[in-house]
């Protein structure tokens, strides 16, 4: 959309429009309405260093990345966005941006698992400290934070166990420290939350998830809220070279595009299915922010537009009726992952958190994990009713 007198910039529009024009104008050439998938290394130089939009490899820029980037960018309010290859690949190219050897880094106690590994496999060979604390708490996170701490990580909600944490507070406690407040906002997308809004300075996603959508394709982004870090995180992309292909950029783009219906659709669901767990004796606690007595339901009111579609609830059984459900239903598929238009069930304990056994990040044996799609509403229920039953028998 070209910047004229008689239009609006891109960025003055609302949230959908944006997320279907932003970093999208038609082809100058055909008039192609959807952006290119400008499969190419390398591009035509007109003279030596004559370069055509700046294109001169692409590892350092191609045009349908330019798009995506462009695009999250402006959804998520920052200066500049990046596509990597996947979420770890940005958050790890993150991290070599903000940090060197010697630093601090704040993370949740309930952290993504392959974050978590990230900093304690990876990340702490190369002298890079952490400490996994409850962020949904602003006094301990304040108490956690020493000379050394450049970053406070934040994930809400968190996966899986949907604790929220305050953004705006955690940002001035951070700013007040001298460190930088990151947001993973994988599960909340854009559309319901946006960090930046509340003071965050640099967003993560692993567009995987929502902002991919249709769980086929593998992706990550950061978003920046000031030039000087974006221009951090743009000299360690083009030199560690994670970056999102043209294809998987195209894909996320497409994702994007329907995000604001999808995240309303899954909301919509997840609050069936929470009323319908809500009513079952098997049921021991269901975890959702938008519930009034969720401990961070306050907070989640005032930072996102809904409450997604993510639910996770406790077999009153213990971890046997745990594995027995995730396995009786037939549309929640099991399987790790989340964030797609198809509903997905999952035993954190024995699957995507596996890996956090032992440590200060383990969760109940107990514990179920949904991904909430956008199929019939009442289909899910009947779906998990039917695993109810099969339990019982
Ligand atoms: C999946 C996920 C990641 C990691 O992203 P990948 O694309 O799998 O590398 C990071 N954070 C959260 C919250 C996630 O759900």
Redesign the pocket.
Known sequence: MAADDTLAKVSDFGFETRAIHAGQEPDPRTGAVVPAIYATSTYKQDGVGGLREGYEYSRSANPTRTALEECIASLELGVRGFAFA??????DTLLRALTKPGDHVIIPDD??G??YRLFDKVESRWGLAYDPVPISDVDAVRAAIGPQTRIVWV?TP??PLLGIADIAALAEVAHAAGALLVV?N??ASPYLQQPIAHGADVV??????YAGGHSDV???ALVAREEAVAEQIAFHQNSMGAVAGPFDSWLVLRGLKTLALRMERHSDNAEQVVEFLQSRPEVSHVIYPGLAEHPGHAVAVRQMKRFGGMVSFRMAAGEQAALDVVEHTELFTLAE???GVESLIEHPGRMTHASAAGSPLEVPADLVRVSVGIETGADLVADLAHAFERLAR
């Open positions: 996947s979420g770890l690949a940005a958050e952290a993504y392959g974050t994930e968190t996966n993973d994988t599960f993560v996603h692993s567009t995987t998830k593998v992706g990550g992952s989340l964030g």
